[in-house]
């Protein structure tokens, strides 16, 4: 069997497919890859199923090795990978031969970077899925993020190779935002005209304490609803929380499924994958959008990633 | 643009994949009863395009494929669900025991519980032991239950300022609600004691040890007793 050896794990890096998505009654939240746009590009330039395990790095990559050679491909934040020193073009799959070692650096984009790599990786699935639960220590390899010495499994591809590229075209239109899209959230009407104004009209910091969980972000604080009392319940991905203090958070993909804040927006689904990509002290801002732009902008970017034109060979 | 449905029930939009569904905004065993009979309707006969439902005291908020459909036709595939509520019957609910080690390290806030409420922290005990608890529904992360029925000379707020790291298995409570800490979490309950029974298990049949609509009863172990378990 082919097989991964980390040589250097880098700051966090995670195995993250697609997610689980079906287990809200167990409180288990979905996971899954922070910017699942590129995990998904990723995996079809190296020949796998768009949902395939792939490695999950974020701000500094780390040192790969592949005894048996592979075929891998970088999506997402460039990270200034080389092949045995050569660079490593991104978005562009490549032949490791027998023995040569992948080594990524700092990023010089966004926060993170997918290796995919021909056959997908293969760890002991939890509920349907092979991603990382950060918080419970589920899913992935032993819960966990990545370790100098770990040996991950690869499934064996089709043991093929076609240099495959994205259309630069595409690529520019579904470069990460910083003005992040949002609908209402289910107590907007619980915010006066005046903080949803506030809201909209600020830049917002993400602060460091910011992970796969949350964002937490930096500016001016939204002042909280008063009288109504909340009673917890379930959140969706994106939502955007008032806590008290008014510091907005944004509810990520290892989220809690239920709270009790309320939420005065929520990023739109075409957005989700630029929050991924958001790093420590980013600045961004939140722009409304009606419920049919929503859905018309998530139509026509789910066309781009179906359409032939996408993929050069 | 909320919409009003059968039995007072209210649709919400939350996202552009996701819309709540609200019973009542009371947190009771009859709202709690709705839910869990909504949620069973649902897992009986499956809507395509529904791809996650979150449960909560009285709500459900269901997730779907946004290219699928729009809220408001989701919202017409569901009001004959809600319909159709009273013709669900619910299972018996299952009757579980937690065993608790109550107090010292396991418990480092049974004094201090017990000390606002003018008792001893034997009393605090026996009254958490006392009360038959609600599993309203699991949320939070994995396997977390929220216990309802906690006495009302036991109902203390939140710390303050919450615990970076809660050990698991801790035994909290907050507010009106009492619970079980699965894994190690921020949390700002306040906690009486620990078991040593694990709340959520991958590999294990029931993978959480609790679900919607058990019942639960805490008892009372030694900490000789709890290290047995524990290894056991």
């Known amino acids: 069997m082919k097989v991964i050896q980390v040589q250097a794990p880098g700051l966090f890096t995670t195995v993250q497919d697609l997610g689980r998505e079906g287990f809200g009654p167990l409180g288990v939240s979905p996971s899954g890859a922070a910017d699942p746009i590129s995990l998904r590009l990723g995996n079809r330039l190296v020949g796998n199923a768009e949902g395939a395990a792939g490695l999950e790095m974020t701000l500094l990559g780390g040192t790969f090795l592949f005894p048996k050679g592979a075929v891998v491909a970088l999506a997402g ?34 926060a993170r970077c997918y290796l995919c790599v021909q056959g997908g990786i293969i760890v002991k699935p939890f509920l349907a899925s092979a991603s990382t639960h950060i918080l419970s220590g589920l899913g992935g390899l032993d819960g966990r993020p990545l370790r100098k010495g770990d040996i991950l499994n690869v499934g064996s591809g089709m043991l093929s190779f076609c240099k495959k590229t994205i259309a630069s075209q595409a690529l520019q239109r579904l470069s990460p935002r910083k003005v992040l899209r949002v609908t209402p959230g289910p107590q907007h009407d619980w915010f006066p005209e005046s903080s949803q104004r506030l809201f909209h009209a600020s830049a917002y910091r993400v602060s460091e304490e910011s992970n796969r969980m949350g964002l937490r972000l930096e500016g001016p604080p939204i002042p909280t ?43 739109i689904s075409a957005d989700l994958s630029s929050v991924g990509q958001l790093r420590p002290r980013d600045e961004v801002r939140f722009e409304r959008v009606t419920w049919e732009k929503a859905r018309s902008v998530l139509k026509e970017q789910e066309e781009l990633l179906a359409s032939k034109e996408l993929i050069r060979e | 643009m909320p919409t009003s449905a059968p039995l007072g029930a209210r649709f919400q939009p939350a996202s552009d994949n996701s819309l709540l569904v609200y019973f009542d905004q009371r947190i009771s065993p009859a709202t709690h009863q709705q839910v869990a009979k909504f949620l069973r309707l649902l897992e009986l006969q499956p809507i395509t395009g529904i791809r996650n439902l979150h449960p909560a005291y009285c709500s459900v908020l269901i997730k779907f494929d946004a290219l699928q459909f729009p809220h408001d036709e989701l919202q017409a595939l569901l009001l004959p669900y809600l319909d159709r509520l009273d013709e669900v019957c619910l299972p018996e609910p299952r009757q579980l025991e937690i065993p608790v080690c109550y107090g010292g390290d396991y418990g480092p806030d049974l004094a201090e519980v017990s000390t606002l409420h003018g008792m001893t922290p034997q009393q605090a005990i026996e009254l958490h032991v006392s009360a038959t608890y609600l599993v309203y529904f699991l949320g939070f992360v994995p396997g977390f239950a929220y216990l309802g029925g906690l006495p009302e000379a036991l109902v203390t707020p939140r710390l303050p300022t919450p615990r970076r790291s809660v050990p698991p298995g801790s035994v909290g409570i907050a507010g009106y609600q009492s619970g079980v800490y699965p894994f190690a979490t921020p949390g700002g ?17 029931a993978m959480s040890l609790l679900s919607l609509g058990d019942r639960v009863r805490f008892t009372p172990i030694s900490s000789e007793q709890f290290v047995a378990l524990e290894s056991a």
Do not use: C, H
């Open chain 2, 189 to 205: 309950w306040r906690l009486l004691g620990r078991t040593p029974i694990a709340m959520f298990q991958p590999g294990r049949s």
């Open chain 1, 225 to 267: 609803p008063s009288g109504g009392q909340m009673i917890s319940e379930g959140v969706s991905l994106g939502a955007i929380q008032i806590p008290n203090g008014g510091l907005p958070i944004i509810l990520f993909v290892e989220q809690q499924t239920t709270g009790g804040y309320p939420k005065i927006g929520n990023v």
């Open chain 1, 77 to 110: 934040s460039d990270f200034g990978a080389t092949l045995d020193d050569l660079p490593v073009e991104p978005w562009t799959s490549v032949e490791a031969r027998s023995g040569q070692a992948l080594r990524l650096g700092p990023t010089r984009s966004g």
